[in-house]
């Protein structure tokens, strides 16, 4: 069990004129390896919005590059190292998982590793009426696999596979039949959601907070340890009847191979000078992130533990 510890469009967000904290930063390109909607999107324009917004950073662009579960990012960012001093690649757990399961050349540490920067809970969501509990989710999937279609923004055997499967599993349920249906990105599977294609979306809370706000879908549980103060009517997973699952998705930045040391520090303290703002305490609590700090060779050290932290995990369930 995991243990305590995240063809392209661009945009241009300016500067607040109000802001006043130090610009630290000219500029930074954000690199997302996924589709609009999803939680690496949310990830990188959020961070975007706080920094320019408190002045931290001039400006910040985004640029989504979907493909390979991420690896087309990552490739980019390799082969063309030499010019991309001014970019930060946005990723998470996946990079990692896809690693293990031998999908990607390359691993984070071919990579610089800039800053994890925050944590977003796993949850189980349903359309309004269809599944009241965990519960009773699981009980119609017991009684027919076959009715229950599961999907999430990731690959099979991918991190919103792992979590759903982890989740199921733990309820009592023989996840190896669950049907499940990948999209590029949280936000496309949201839709498919909402328009029937699917029973039941793995995602990841901060994807899935404010379309349960607004009444459009149910959250049966949260893998966090105890309810969290953004959601406080959403049980965790354990009290839902899933007991002992727990897993937060670290999301954080790395920019490329040879990144200069000081290019590379301007990055980190920029990151580490939003987190007293309240222009990232506003991005913070919309989306119901953990803040998971670890900048530089702590976040070298942190996920080498998740490899084999994941790795074990993994194995156990059958997806390695």
Partial sequence: MLKKLAVGAAALVATSSAASAEQLVDSIHFLIPGGAGGGWDGTARGTGEALTGAGIVGSASFENMSGGGGGVAIGHLIENADSMDGTL???????????LQGVFPYNFSDLTMIAGTIGDYGALVV???????????????TADPSSIAMGGGSVPGGMDHLIGAMVMNAAGADATKVAYLPFDAGGVALAALLSGEIEVLSTGLGEALAQAKAGEVDILCITSDARVADAPDVPTCAEAGADGVYFVNWRG?????????DKADAYRAAIAAMYATPEWEAVRARNGWVEIHNPGDDFVSFLENQEQIIGDLMTSMGFL
């Fill in 89 to 99: 690649m946005v990723n998470s757990t996946p990079i990692v998982i896809r690693s």
């Fill in 127 to 141: 359309t309004p009426g269809s599944a009241t509990t965990l519960g009773d989710l699981v009980a119609a999937y």
């Fill in 253 to 261: 930045f790395f920019g490329a191979p040879g990144l200069s040391d």
